[in-house]
């Protein structure tokens, strides 16, 4: 795969998107105050910016960790399978999804949901499943199988979320933090599954619409248009198309020469002024000639 010099636009968005969390942190989460998912702000007072703009309100440690190691690793090379403006459109729709799906969830929760947790979990998992057989390089350490490091991410994420609730006694975490896991894996299923169903809806199509040769019979051969004439009075034709009849029992054929040329002439003879203007000789020598066929 050709490395492209141009950045992608995942280094792009772990560019904006640190620099966001590590300024809400010296804010004490004024940015999450602001700008997470607050289902009952969203209903209650409309404030509809919530809905797109969470991912960028800084969210806990661990899931901070996991959006810069997947979309700094892992995310630029799903990015070069889906094309730049798919990818990005993807993202954005499902960011939209996701604050759809738990406003209504969620719809008198003063929780707040921060972070790029899942759309992380939809990019380990798409990946994973479009290169269950391939490996990710890690600048140059040994390859690692994908599905493995989708595993080992998420593993990583689980435990530190673990440690951390078990240090702050704070239980709202996992409530605010694992619907990024549940809708990462199940997006990202999905999305696989419709991949694979439009690929194939395109194979079946391309198949379908490939032109059919026409089928043209092959023109006739030497033989066959020497069995034609030659035989022609054995194939129950009519009198008027038949060769004339003569008795030939007296004429000696033994000593007869057979060659092509001779064949032409009379076939030639045949096509200009039809088969009634042959000799006798040309009548012999076809039948004879048709025996040696």
């Known amino acids: 795969m050709k490395t492209n010099s141009k950045i992608s636009i995942s280094h792009c968005l772990v560019l904006i998107m640190l620099p966001l969390a590590i300024a809400n942190i010296f804010l004490s989460g004024k940015l999450t105050q602001e700008f997470a998912l607050i289902p009952i702000k969203v209903i209650n007072y409309l ?25 700094y690793f892992v995310a630029p090379k799903l990015e070069q399978i889906l094309n730049k403006s798919l990818y990005l459109l993807l993202l954005f729709l499902l960011i939209c999804l996701q604050g759809t799906l738990q406003t209504l969830i969620f719809w008198k929760s003063e929780l707040a949901f921060a972070g790029a947790g899942g759309i992380s979990f939809f990019v380990l998992t798409l990946y994973a499943l ?6 990710i390089t890690f600048w140059r350490y040994r390859p690692i199988n994908s599905l493995l490091v989708s595993f080992v991410f998420t593993f990583i994420w689980v435990i530190g979320l673990l440690i951390h609730t078990s240090f702050s006694f704070q239980k709202e975490v996992y409530i605010t933090n694992f619907p990024d896991l549940a809708f990462g894996l199940l997006s990202g299923a999905l999305t696989y599954i419709q991949i694979i169903f439009a690929k194939k809806v395109v194979s079946e199509d391309s198949k379908r619409q490939e032109p059919v040769p026409n089928f043209i019979p092959p023109p006739p ?3 066959e248009e020497e069995m034609d004439y030659a035989l022609v009075d054995k194939e129950g034709k009519s009198e008027q198309n038949a060769l004339p009849k003569y008795d030939l029992s007296a004429y000696d054929t033994q000593e007869m020469v057979f060659t092509e040329d001779r064949l032409n002439q009379i076939l030639d003879k045949i096509n200009e002024q039809g088969k009634s203007s042959l000799t006798l000789s040309e009548i012999i020598y076809l039948k004879e000639y048709s025996k040696t066929i």
Do not use: M, Q
């Open 47 to 71: 404030e509809l910016w919530r809905l797109i703009t969470f991912p960028f309100s800084g969210g806990s440690i661990e899931t901070i960790v996991l959006f810069a190691l997947t979309f």
């Open 130 to 135: 479009l290169n269950l057989n391939k490996s």
């Open 221 to 223: 051969t030497a033989k």
